[in-house]
């Protein structure tokens, strides 16, 4: 089963935005709602940071956006900071005949 | 607090078998989904399989079909994954995740077990 793609490394300044990509296919992003982000910093556990392909849960930072396009997903970090310093990964459910869930290749982003 | 905790990973030779544990408390298991996830070292994060509680329905990423089961115990709130014919690239930290219900986003994940298929 073939994984999301998104770009290896994204990097900005702080206080800049950056957003980073994640193209599927209409098996998955483009034919549901249920796509998700990740943040991983190094030796630690992922992190939910956006559900739904909109919804923050609580806690989460405001700074953290996300939005869909046909098969794109998009999140963006505005204002970014020092510790968004992170791995970053999205997913999707997979609907066909064996219905799966696919993450994405992973964007490590990098707080110049 | 929610919690999930795996346990059940080791050292294993190449077609060997490993039972993971992922044990859950302070949440309802009823209607929803545990997956488990694994990542090689230094790779991605990869979905390998998912249960749902109530209604025992299974998902199984391809490479898993066939070797692993994934299984669970409403009385113990605990899923397992039963991995046989084990190859060297099973290698990873396998985590288990809770899915919150409907949204497709896993809200708590555990620490993870290594497993180490090597001979």
């Known amino acids: 089963q073939s994984a999301l793609t998104q770009p290896a490394s994204v990097s900005g300044s702080p206080g800049q935005s950056i957003t980073i990509s994640c193209t599927g296919t209409?098996?998955?992003?483009?034919?549901?709602?249920?796509v998700s982000w990740y943040q991983q910093h190094p030796g630690k556990v992922p992190k939910l940071i956006i559900y739904?392909?909109?919804t923050r849960p609580s806690g989460v930072s405001d700074r953290f956006s996300a939005s869909k396009s046909g098969d794109t997903a998009s999140l963006t970090i505005s204002g970014l900071q020092t510790e968004d310093e992170a791995d970053y990964y999205c997913?999707?459910?997979?609907?066909?005949?064996?219905?799966?869930?696919?993450f994405g290749t992973g964007t490590k982003v990098t707080v110049l | 607090q929610v919690q999930l905790v795996e346990s059940g990973g080791g050292v294993v030779q190449p077609g060997g078998s490993l039972r993971l544990s992922c044990a859950g408390s302070?949440?309802?298991?009823?209607?929803?989904?545990i997956h488990w996830v694994r990542q090689a070292p230094g790779k991605g994060l990869q979905w390998v399989s998912a249960?749902?509680?109530?209604?025992?329905?299974?998902y199984y990423t391809d490479s898993a079909k066939g070797r692993f089961t994934i299984s669970r115990d409403n009385s113990e709130n605990t899923v397992y994954l039963q991995m046989n014919s084990l190859r060297p690239d099973d290698t990873a930290l396998y985590y288990c995740?809770?899915?919150?219900?409907?949204?497709?986003?896993?809200?708590?994940w555990g620490q993870g077990t290594l497993v180490t298929v090597s001979a």
């Open positions: 995740a809770k899915e919150e219900p409907g949204s497709g986003g896993f809200d708590y």
């Open positions: 302070n949440f309802t298991f009823g209607n929803l989904y």
């Open positions: 249960i749902h509680f109530d209604r025992s329905l299974q």
């Open positions: 209409s098996s998955d992003i483009g034919g549901n709602n249920l």
């Open positions: 739904g392909v909109t």
């Open positions: 997913t999707s459910y997979r609907h066909s005949s064996s219905p799966s869930y696919v």
